[in-house]
């Protein structure tokens, strides 16, 4: 019950705190290099994650996953999405080639209920489907999706767990920063 589901929500807080050098942590870094306060650190941190290919994908990730469950033929939706050259949220990921290992450990926190097998099982579909038409295995946002499908969560929450849980890394990526002299400057290649 719902013991089940605090413990995954905390897996997934952990699991979302720090993810390298995303662009919203190092959005905290550049901030903090320049001396701005923590609180604005977050706030840089939290514009870039609200863009739809960072923070903002979660969401999009479930309603593909909600269409996958209502209609049944992920096969069928992802490759017309594909066809059609859109953005399909939630697979691949340019650090994971062999699968984001975050959402086995999320998934195998999700609680023993009949809502949380349901999500499960469409997410299994979906990660089929995209591994047969060559799209890649699913990441964080398909297993925030996928949580807050089993949860009976509201659509947004997947973003907010994902910001609450990454916030923790942006706080300590801002504080280590601080204690480095230089202002993070990247330099701009000319495009070929």
């Not at 701005?36 to 960072?54: E, K, Q």
């Amino acid at each position: 019950g719902s013991s089940e589901g605090v413990r995954a929500i905390e897996v997934t807080l952990v699991m979302c705190a720090d993810h390298d050098l995303n662009a919203s942590t190092f959005t905290a870094r550049v901030a903090s290099s320049a001396r701005a306060d923590l609180l604005h650190c977050i706030i840089a941190a939290l514009a870039t994650f609200s863009g739809s290919r960072h923070g903002g994908s979660p969401p999009l990730a479930r309603d593909m996953l909600d269409e996958i469950a209502a209609q049944g033929r992920a096969h069928d939706i992802l490759s017309a999405r594909a066809a059609r050259g859109q953005h399909i949220p939630g697979l691949g990921h340019a650090l994971y080639s062999h699968g984001d290992s975050r959402t086995v450990v999320i998934a195998e926190a999700m609680p023993d209920t009949a809502e949380a097998a349901q999500a499960l099982a469409t997410r299994e579909e979906l990660t089929e489907a995209a591994i047969r038409l060559n799209l890649g295995k699913p990441n964080l946002d398909v297993a925030l999706g996928t949580l807050a499908r089993g949860l009976g969560l509201p659509r947004g929450s997947s973003s907010v767990l994902f910001a609450i849980g990454r916030m923790a890394g942006w706080v300590a990526h801002a504080l280590e920063q601080r204690e480095r002299p230089e202002l993070l400057r990247p330099r701009a290649r000319p495009c070929p």
